[in-house]
């Protein structure tokens, strides 16, 4: 069985801070293209990722995978402390599969201090709003904002250290894996990649079924089986997820970016966008700009 390793692995910061929460705290359908991880001081919260609820108690370390719905929920207050990070902006491909790892465990007894050293070595990287709306795919999170000097390195690579010790507790076997082509559901990873390579064009199940050898409606059971969607359901979000990137990153007409995730429709386009973003392009595309 092959898994993902790489020897230039690394993670980037965009956020991390201290906050206390309360019952303010209940935004709905967020999703980000970066990682946020959570250490829990006191108090209590709630998370909803893909329709399971997760109970957000002191002592507990949390995971909210990249481009993953998921909802806030506060009764009466929580601190925590959050670090918000991606996991392919320096050109690595990331973990292969995000959804499969640990979302929440419990935390070992040096990650506190772990957490609080990291927010020592990066002062003044807090959010300066709570909505998610409000900073969520801002454009000005995928840019550098470090220092070149010796002492500032000594630091970062202290930071990337703790990160990535830190990231290491939710890692699964399952999160990591590649494909293996003599078994027919490893080899679902091969579909993933076929998906996010040719979102520009047309994709059928029947092509996605023969990748891995399978009759198309046995084929879509084992998707969603173990993707938790169904193959349309997976091939929409990823449709979505990248014209969000586009809209934020490039110049493009809304048109030209429906175009360039393989859908020719305007009115299907915005239909879709709206479902799954809970706005129109143009709403989204304006609502960054202005954060």
């Known amino acids: ?80 402390y959050y670090i918000c990070f991606f996991d392919d902006l320096t050109g690595n491909s990331g973990v292969p599969n995000p959804i499969q790892m640990n979302l929440k465990i419990a935390a070992h007894s040096i990650d506190a201090d772990l957490i609080k050293r990291y927010l020592e070595l990066n002062p003044c990287r807090h959010l300066v709003v709570s909505d998610p709306l409000r900073y969520d795919n801002d454009k000005t999170i995928y840019e550098s904002r ?23 507790r939710f890692v699964t076997e399952a999160s990591i894996r590649k494909s293996n082509a003599n078994s027919k559901y490893e080899r679902l990873d091969v579909v993933v990649q076929y998906v996010n390579k040719n979102l520009d064009k047309r994709i059928s199940v029947l092509d996605l079924a023969e990748l891995m050898y399978l009759t198309p409606d046995h084929f879509s059971k084992v998707f969603k089986r173990i993707m938790g969607m169904s193959p349309c359901e997976y091939i ?7 014209a969000q990137a586009l809209l934020l990153t490039s110049n493009m007409s809304i048109m030209q970016v429906a175009e360039s995730v393989g859908i020719c429709s305007p009115s299907q386009f915005t239909r879709l966008f709206t479902k799954i973003a809970q706005c129109s392009p143009k709403e989204y595309r304006t609502k960054q700009q202005n954060v």
């Not at 991390?16 to 209590?44: A, C, D, H, M, Q």
């Not at 929409?236 to 990248?242: D, F, L, S, V, Y």
Request: proline share 3%; aromatic share 18%.
């Open 1 to 80: 069985m092959a898994v993902f390793v790489s020897n230039t692995f690394s993670l980037s910061m965009i956020y991390v801070g201290f906050k206390r929460v309360g019952t303010w705290w209940n935004y709905k359908n967020v999703i980000s293209p970066f990682y946020r991880l959570y250490y829990i001081e006191k108090g209590k919260g709630r998370v909803f990722v893909n329709n399971t609820s997760y109970e957000l108690t002191p002592g507990t370390l949390f995971l909210i995978p990249k481009f993953t719905f998921h909802s806030y929920e506060c009764e009466d207050f929580m601190d925590h």
């Open 146 to 168: 470090e220092e070149n000097s010796t002492s500032r390195i000594a630091q970062l690579m202290e930071s990337n250290g703790i990160l990535l010790q830190l990231f290491s």
């Open 236 to 242: 929409q979000m990823k449709r979505i997820e990248r």
